[in-house]
T-cell receptor, first 114, second 115 residues
Framework: DTAVSQTPKYLVTQMGNDKSIKCEQN?????MYWYKQDSKKFLKIMFS???????INETVPNRFSPKSPDKAHLNLHINSLELGDSAVYFC?????????????FGDGTRLSIL | AQSVAQPEDQVNVAEGNPLTVKCTYS??????LFWYVQYPNRGLQFLLK??????LVKGSYGFEAEFNKSQTSFHLKKPSALVSDSALYFC?????????????FGTGTKLQVIP
């Protein structure tokens, strides 16, 4: 059973389009995250939700909008895609808000903007 | 503000030799430290963590890490490297800036184990 699953795995689209990435976790965790990993493999937190409540919102263009319909799902919608949005986007989850809890990652969505 | 430094972009080690991947951190208060591994086209996988207690922490796949408070370091080690250990390794520090967990990742170190 996949613990944290993201769809789609690959996303190739043109500049200016709008796209969504979905994430689901079956671990019973309360907290979910979106990360962006660039071509140099740097990992940057974008958003975090705890029980459907937004708790971390880093400096991210407002073209990116997360939505959490329930604590097992966290989706990411991106409007007006730009070339610089090309990256791998990872969803993750962890237990509670505890600082001592490891995060569990999905295998990523590879977004390529043409 | 919290930060993590991984001073080496890449570490090369011969199979069977001991390996060390370095990490130093900066955080207010007690540090909570993690190591993750990333294989190609996969997400990060948790290896081990330090919360409190013994300075030597043991984790998955024979890895261990040594917490050194005076040097603010948390180096990842393994006594005998395997070719299958070749991957990207991330150190992370966690803190509690305002009622939620915030994790900061290092820039990653690519480990290459040479047969």
């Amino acid at each position: 059973d996949t613990a944290v699953s993201q769809t789609p795995k690959y996303l190739v689209t043109q500049m200016g389009n709008d796209k969504s990435i979905k994430c689901e976790q079956n671990l019973g965790h309360d907290t979910m995250y979106w990360y962006k990993q660039d071509s140099k493999k740097f990992l940057k937190i974008m958003f975090s939700y705890n029980n459907k409540e937004l708790i971390i919102n880093e400096t991210v263009p407002n073209r990116f909008s997360p939505k959490s319909p329930d604590k097992a799902h966290l989706n990411l919608h991106i409007n007006s895609l730009e070339l610089g949005d090309s990256a791998v986007y990872f969803c993750a989850s962890s237990q509670d808000r505890g600082v001592n809890q490891p995060q569990h990652f999905g295998d990523g969505t590879r977004l390529s903007i043409l | 503000a919290q930060s993590v430094a991984q001073p080496e972009d890449q570490v090369n080690v011969a199979e069977g030799n001991p390996l060390t991947v370095k990490c130093t951190y900066s955080v207010s208060g007690n540090p909570y430290l993690f190591w993750y591994v990333q294989y190609p086209n996969r997400g990060l996988q948790f290896l081990l963590k330090y919360i409190t207690g013994d300075n030597l922490v043991k984790g998955s796949y024979g890895f261990e890490a040594e917490f050194n408070k005076s040097q603010t370091s948390f180096h990842l080690k393994k006594p005998s490297a395997l070719v299958s250990d070749s991957a990207l390794y991330f150190c992370a520090v966690s803190a509690w800036p305002g009622g939620y967990q915030k994790v900061t990742f290092g820039t990653g170190t690519k480990l290459q184990v040479i047969p």
